[in-house]
């Protein structure tokens, strides 16, 4: 069992930085590829990048590569979601999600991470 739970979220302007934290607990955080997704009112939950395992490999959707960055802290059991250059589509509820996996490889697909967290706001207004 991993327990996360996520913080960060806010309303903030176009164009600025905002950091989302999602802290684990619970069964060994570092041996699972953590992921962010997003979702709007009405729409499918959304993939926004993975992180493997052992932290060399990241990968993200293409709206968001270059803009945003996914890190993770296993000594503080904590993955990261850096977003740069918001913009009103980013707008959204950001969970992150836990998902077994070999070491480097990150995970895409939604059904295949086992834990989520309860979500964090993000809105993105001028």
């Known amino acids: 069992q991993v327990q996360l739970v996520e913080s960060g979220g806010g309303l903030v302007q176009p164009g600025v930085t905002l950091r989302l934290s999602c802290a684990a607990s619970?069964?060994?955080?570092?041996?699972?590829?953590m992921g962010w997704f997003r979702q709007v009112p009405g729409k499918e939950r959304q993939f926004v990048g993975s992180i493997s395992w052992n932290g060399d490999n990241t990968y993200y959707r293409p709206s968001v590569k270059g803009r945003f960055t996914i890190s993770r802290d296993d000594a503080k059991n904590t993955v990261y979601l850096k977003m740069n250059s918001l913009k009103t589509e980013d707008t959204g509820v950001y969970y992150c999600a836990a998902a077994p996996a070999p070491p480097k490889v990150t995970v895409v697909e939604i059904a295949k991470y086992d834990y989520w967290g309860q979500g964090t706001q993000v809105t993105v207004s001028s």
């Open positions: 619970g069964s060994t955080f570092s041996s699972y590829a």
